[in-house]
């Protein structure tokens, strides 16, 4: 199937580019989710809270410096578990999007356990009054299952595939949904992140600055949109910070950026024509 790319008017103000930055706040909830023998392994578990309760004020804090509002999607464990991260994010005026309950990949459950997931995950955010737009799947791994319930739940975007670099209709169960892709490479996590068990690479920030440099180029060359994905528990060790820093400062020395949650860019995108997840290209993609 091709996936219609969606259509944007202009970027507000005279912007080029829509920069998404997004952060995932998962805390204990992976390693939890690997099993309950995780439940006794203090160190791991301590590197996963490491980012609610550490690097997420930090990320915070630059943000409100540089005066960027992101969107932060949230395991429901983190948010029962660390209810001051939840009320910090809303604080900075930031949107919160689901990430699952027990950040459990879609890909292992049966359709009633990924339902269950998406369920408890709205209790939980709902717990704080939020009601999330937007959805990622942990470990982005999405099944047709869950896919297909999203707009049934309430949410009108996801962002877990990968077809497109510019933002893309979907179709959730018979409602069109936004895809706001992300990738790998433009996350932290296969640069910095590291575990005893599933390895890393601790790749040089220089490096890695440059490639997500270089990405902004591009996107602003398509006048696109583009999506970066971190993790407070990565990109929240202090050295990694003043990467972020710079790459912020180094998207503002070349060019136009227009900073944005994923619900303001979706907020912009037309409504997909009839059958727009359908072949039928639409018009040129912004
Ligand atoms: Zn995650």
Do not use: K
Request: proline share 8%; hydrophobic share 40%.
């Amino acid at each position: 199937m091709v996936n219609a790319p969606a259509v944007f008017p202009a970027w507000p103000g005279d912007a080029e580019v829509a920069v998404a930055l997004t952060f995932d706040v998962d805390g204990e909830a992976p390693w939890l989710g690997e099993g309950p023998e995780y439940g006794q392994r203090l160190t791991l578990l301590s590197q996963g809270r490491f980012g609610p309760e550490r690097g997420l004020g930090r990320v915070l804090d630059l943000l409100a410096e540089l005066d960027i509002r992101a969107t932060f999607y949230v395991p429901g464990h983190t948010a029962d578990h660390h209810p001051d991260a939840v009320t910090a994010i809303l604080a900075g005026g930031h949107e919160i999007g689901h990430h699952g309950y027990l950040h459990l990949g879609t890909d292992g459950l049966e359709a009633d356990g990924q339902r269950a997931e998406l369920e408890e995950g709205l209790a939980a955010l709902g717990r704080h009054g939020v009601r999330p737009a937007g959805y990622r799947s942990p470990g982005w791994e999405l099944t047709p299952e869950t896919l297909a319930m999203l707009a049934g739940l309430g949410f009108s975007y996801d962002s877990s595939l990968m077809a497109d670099d510019r933002p893309y209709w979907e179709t959730s169960g018979t409602a069109p949904l936004l895809e706001l892709p992300g990738h790998w490479s433009l996350c932290d996590w296969p640069y910095f992140g590291w575990t005893p068990y599933h390895g890393g690479l601790l790749a040089d920030p220089a490096a890695v600055e440059r490639i997500w440099l270089e990405e902004f180029e591009s996107a602003r060359q398509d006048n696109r949109a583009v999506t970066y994905t971190m993790h407070p528990e990565a990109i929240g060790r202090g050295y990694l910070l003043r990467m972020l820093r710079r790459v912020i400062t180094g998207m503002l020395d070349r060019g136009r950026p227009w900073f944005a949650t994923h619900a303001q860019i979706v907020a912009l995108a037309n409504e997909p024509a009839a059958g727009a997840a359908s072949p039928a290209p639409v018009g040129p993609a912004g």
